[in-house]
């Protein structure tokens, strides 16, 4: 069953991937790419993106150290790309984009996905790692959710911004918007809404540190097609600015690198996750 298996295998391990020297196979081949995103990096920094998400990223208040599967692939995808000076802005995930956009950050590093709204404003690396969906109700499910048809006319609770909350309007559910995973699942287990549609690695993680929660996973929902293909479940990514086109194709080759020598794998195993992750698989 899928919340046996995933709380089986998500269980979050202290990080080795950085006991081992990950040799790479390529240097980076970025010249000519057209404008000055990548030399910029290189020379000054990079300012990312996070919400404060574990395990995907987070914020240590009192060393100001940022940490999370998503910080450490970021990091080596970069370094890779000879990207070495990195410093953090945390914001509601919400506010990722439109700080983007104003220049206040310089990527989306909390992973992102693929959605119609977002390609009108940003673009996006290629492939980071993947998870799926999944719909969260209270203890014995009094609404009776069993699929997504059933959430219309019920109250569903997503993150604002998120590809949950993008598709659960595009099918004419009744979104409340939350700008924190605190809040989000506050709200499902004090009963303020009828469900949660969110990433399934987040709620095993919160379902594991908060046994007494109220709340369960709804198992063998079908996972529409269009949510996968087209509304954001499909590969978890990082979004940047559509004219950073130099600095794109570094990070995108330095994720490919990192995927393809092992250490993402590495990473994806020290949260808890295995080699499942690197892949597509519909749930």
């Given amino acids: 069953m ?7 295998v998500f269980v979050v391990a202290a990080s080795a991937a950085s006991a081992q020297d990950f040799q790479h196979e390529a240097p980076p081949l970025f010249d000519n790419c057209g404008d000055a995103s990548l030399s910029k990096a290189i020379s000054d920094g990079i300012t990312l993106g996070i919400s404060p998400s574990p395990p ?3 914020l240590d208040p009192s060393t100001k150290k940022a940490a999370g599967l998503d910080v450490e692939l970021a990091e080596a995808a970069l370094k890779w790309a ?3 000076k990195i410093s953090y802005e945390v914001m509601p995930f919400g506010q990722l984009i439109p700080a983007l956009l104003a220049d206040r950050i310089d990527v989306v590093a909390s992973n992102i996905h693929v959605t119609p709204d977002r390609l009108k404003a940003v673009s996006f690396t290629g492939p980071a790692w993947w998870y799926g969906p999944a719909i969260v109700v209270a203890k014995g499910n009094p609404s009776g959710i069993t699929s997504f048809d059933t959430l219309k006319g019920k109250k569903v609770g997503a993150i604002a911004g998120s590809a949950a909350d993008e598709y659960l309007r595009k099918i004419g559910v009744e979104v409340t918007a939350f700008q924190t995973d605190a809040e989000e699942f506050s709200a499902i287990s004090t009963g303020r809404v009828d469900a949660i549609l969110d990433d399934d690695v987040k709620i095993i993680e919160f379902m594991k540190a908060n ?5 369960e ?3 063998g929902v079908a996972i529409p097609d269009e949510l996968i293909f087209k509304y954001g479940y ?3 990514r990082y979004a940047l600015r559509k004219e950073d086109c130099s600095l794109r194709a570094a990070f995108t080759q330095g994720l490919a690198e990192v995927r393809g020598n092992g250490h993402a794998s590495a990473i994806l ?3 808890g996750l295995t080699n499942r992750n ?3 698989f519909p749930l």
């Fill in 217 to 219: 996973i709804v198992e």
């Fill in 234 to 236: 499909g590969y978890a």
């Fill in 82 to 84: 000879g990207i070495t």
């Fill in 2 to 8: 899928l919340k046996t298996v995933l709380a089986a």
């Fill in 211 to 215: 046994g007494s929660a109220p709340i």
């Fill in 56 to 58: 995907y990223s987070s």
């Fill in 278 to 280: 690197l892949f597509f």
């Fill in 269 to 271: 195993k020290a949260y």
